[in-house]
């Protein structure tokens, strides 16, 4: 499913590092799903049915869902109920940005 897209370096590397899925800080919680078992996740969750142009990388557990955009590699929040497109909140311009504004209390995901 994801053959044709390349995942972004910064998230490749932040992933790879990882000891623990799951982040804890002020701005709430995420649990990023282990990069082996993205494309069984995308496929149970019909990602690519309903929002074509994302893959779904995490969870906050409280029904939305951590998203990068396959166009530009920005990171979004969608919920899953209704899964659409025109629900996406943009979380960074990067993983990157995402992670550091998360871990900093600057971003919330609702």
Sequence with gaps: ????????????????????????????????????????????YETETYVPDFINIGTNSGGVGIFINKKNGHIYSIPFVGMDEKDAILLGSSFSEFIYKFENNESEII
């Design 1 to 44: 499913m994801n053959n044709n897209f390349e995942y972004p370096d910064d998230y490749l590397s932040y992933v790879n590092k990882l000891q623990n899925n799951e982040i804890f800080t002020d701005s709430g919680y995420i649990e990023l799903f282990q990069f082996e078992e993205l494309d069984e996740i995308n496929k149970e």
